[in-house]
């Protein structure tokens, strides 16, 4: 998951769909799973792959695995191309510039396969159980890294919006179940928080079903994750450091930094990020009084 346009929710009447002994409530529990987000976190790619490798080499018909490849594809782009750079993040201008990038085009071609070994499954099991934890789980996560590639890498933010809205309805789904897959909430907050985010007149064209556009849920619903979640804990951790420096709260910033630092010390991003942090390179002095 780094998602400006994507997935939202309202709790509705719960479904009740139990966990398959051994998963969680996002239908995973593999331990090759938690490991290779672990060094996705890391930024730690090749040894990544090789845990969605041997995950898929375990269960070849399960969705999840390809999804984790696509994501893995994703990160190692979008930070060599310098997207996740905090600068890029917090400057709607750098979102929004056409500036063209170069993507690699094997990245692109694998990145595409994976996707598509993702949705194949995920399709069929969906067929077969509208409910299944994983299925659901694994297209939420095929829509979103669809939409980051295209709004981040193809500069196509527009057109991002139908798989954003996509992912949104099956992040919805993954919240009615019970118990609800909490690290869905992540598509929710950051979604409800951008629609806020957005002049009101444009929010009569943006419609995410369910989504209010609620700037302070969408932060309660990242914390949430930060305190519940399993997969996407970080993850909620980096958006919510994005979001306090565009509500300029540097302070809140740099501790979710040297959170992550701290989890994460093989990643040279979070590093190089606290330190322009406690630096003050990212407000101007005024800022600091909120602070004080």
């Not at 390809?66 to 994703?74: C, Q």
């Not at 409910?131 to 295209?150: I, K, P």
């Not at 700037?215 to 909620?236: H, I, S, T, W």
Request: proline share 6%; glycine share 4%; net charge neutral.
């Amino acid at each position: 998951m780094l998602r400006f346009w994507v997935l939202g929710f309202v709790i509705c009447a719960p479904v009740v769909a139990a966990t398959v002994p051994g998963e969680n409530a996002c239908g995973a529990g593999s331990p090759e799973v938690a490991e290779a987000f672990d060094h996705l976190y890391n930024f730690n790619f090749p040894a990544a792959h090789l845990d969605i490798n041997r995950f898929i080499a375990a269960h070849p018909k399960e969705p999840l695995g390809y999804a984790i490849r696509s994501s893995a594809y994703l990160f190692y782009e979008l930070d060599r191309l310098g997207i996740l750079e905090t600068e890029f993040l917090t400057s709607d201008k750098h979102i929004a510039d056409k500036k063209t990038l170069r993507p690699d085009p094997q990245v692109r071609a694998l990145l595409l396969k994976a996707l598509e070994d993702a949705q194949s499954r995920a399709e069929a099991a969906l067929a077969a159980n509208p409910a299944a934890r994983q299925a659901l789980f694994a297209m939420s996560m095929v829509e979103g890294v669809t939409t980051d590639y295209m709004a981040f890498v193809e500069k196509h933010q527009i057109a991002s919006l139908a798989p954003a809205k996509r992912s949104n309805s099956y992040a919805q789904q993954l919240l009615k179940l019970n118990p609800p897959c909490v690290d869905a909430y992540i598509t929710a907050g950051i979604t409800e928080y951008m629609v806020g985010s957005l002049p009101f007149f444009v929010r009569w064209f943006v419609h995410f079903d369910n989504v209010q556009g609620s700037k302070e849920q969408g932060v309660k619903n990242l914390e949430l994750v930060v305190r519940d979640g399993n997969y996407f804990k970080p993850f909620a951790k980096i958006l919510l450091a994005i979001i306090d420096l565009r509500e300029k709260h540097p302070r809140e910033t740099e501790k979710l930094l040297e959170s992550l630092a701290h989890d994460y010390p093989s990643n040279p991003r979070f590093r190089k990020e606290l330190a322009r942090a406690k630096a003050g390179a990212f407000f101007a002095p005024a800022w600091r009084l909120r602070s004080a």
